[in-house]
Nanobody, 125 residues
């Protein structure tokens, strides 16, 4: 299983980016995919997640109204559209995938088995 995150970069406050997470080696539509971010000196935190079918999405309160998560199972890809970016959103963004069976939670990073390498997002003027 391999996950590759793309789309990071440097953007001014108020700008936007779209991150992509491309998966291989798994039956993609059976997996939840989450986006987590880790700012310098801080713990990795949940940002957004989506169910295998795309019918269930979850966003952290800190990104509601700014981020949208979606997926294209024909392309084995999940997208994170990030609008109205703030300097506090500067972080490495990681995507992760898991079946999330039983009591596992979409927002719990320890419940995800497969992780991508991360993509850097810098919001700065």
């Amino acid at each position: 299983v391999q996950l590759q995150a793309f789309g990071g970069g440097v953007v001014q406050p108020g700008g936007f980016l779209r991150l992509s997470c491309e998966a291989s080696g798994l039956t993609f539509s059976r997996y939840f995919v989450g986006w987590f971010r880790q700012a310098p000196g801080k713990e990795r935190e949940f940002a957004a997640a989506i169910s295998g079918s795309g019918g269930i999405t979850l966003l952290a309160d800190s990104v509601k109204g700014r981020f949208t998560i979606s997926r294209d199972n024909a392309r084995d890809t999940v997208y994170l559209q990030m609008n109205s970016l703030k300097p506090g959103y500067t972080a490495v963004y990681y995507c992760a995938a898991d079946r999330l069976l039983g009591n596992q939670a979409m927002s719990e990073k320890n419940d995800y088995t497969y992780w991508g390498q991360g993509t850097h997002v810098t919001v700065s003027s």
